[in-house]
């Protein structure tokens, strides 16, 4: 079957640096997402990876390991405004995107 | 109106009623999905309508029927649904280059709430 995993909750401090992990088991790899979900908020994207190595968009980073089956969302000089959901979602052979749970991620000041 | 819309954002139903949600997209993208998010669960795809065709789900019940008269609009329609149907439904658009390809990002409506009683 397909699988993502990522942690449940996190928690961290403001100011500090978190890495949220995703590891995935699909049939078929077409880029992995990441996106960020505030309580009673639509998702909205963060990132996109296809290829092995690290994308970094401002304090957001996202890094791929194709061969692993791993992702981690980084997220640096953290604020409170970055208390949300991180949603991993990964397309597969047939081009549909499967997703996470999702990581509850909490800032505490 | 700029980006996803849906409504109601809210609603209340009892299991005989029958009701519909709409969503519509201001993106011009060529690709509409449904999704279904319970608390602590991975969004669920529900239905996908890309380049006018849908793709369908089997594993979703009878009583969820979606409706796509154009590219811009998506209605998902419910009949005698059950408590457990309670959910956050979001809508969401993309613009792919082929159906039922995902190569971009999908921007996603507020969601409507509903409660089934």
């Known amino acids: 079957g397909q699988n993502i995993d990522q942690p449940t909750e996190m928690t961290a401090t403001e100011g500090a640096i978190v890495q949220i992990n995703c590891t995935y088991q699909t049939s078929g790899f077409n880029g992995l997402f990441w996106y960020q979900q505030h309580a009673g908020e639509a998702p909205t994207f963060l990132s996109y990876?296809?290829l092995d190595g690290l994308e970094e968009k401002g304090r957001f980073s996202s890094f791929l390991s194709r061969s692993k089956g791993y992702s981690y969302l980084l997220l640096k000089e953290l604020q409170m405004k970055d208390s949300a959901s991180y949603l991993c979602a990964v397309g597969d052979s047939n081009y549909q995107l499967i997703w996470g749970a999702g990581t509850k991620l909490i800032i505490k000041p | 109106e700029t980006g996803v819309t849906q409504t109601p954002r809210h609603l209340v139903m009892g299991m005989t009623n029958k009701k519909s949600l709409k969503c519509e997209q201001h993106?011009?993208?060529?690709?509409m999905y449904w999704y279904k998010q319970s608390a602590k669960k991975p969004l669920e795809l529900m239905f996908v309508y890309s380049l006018e065709e849908r793709v369908e789900n089997n594993s979703v019940p009878s009583r969820f029927s979606p409706e796509c008269p154009n590219s811009s609009h998506l209605f998902l329609h419910l009949h005698t649904l059950q408590p457990e149907d309670s959910a956050l439904y979001l809508c969401a658009s993309s613009q792919d280059g082929a159906s039922g390809r995902v190569y971009n990002e999908q921007f996603f409506g507020p969601g409507t709430r509903l409660t089934v009683l």
């Open positions: 990876n296809v």
């Open positions: 993106l011009g993208h060529n690709a």
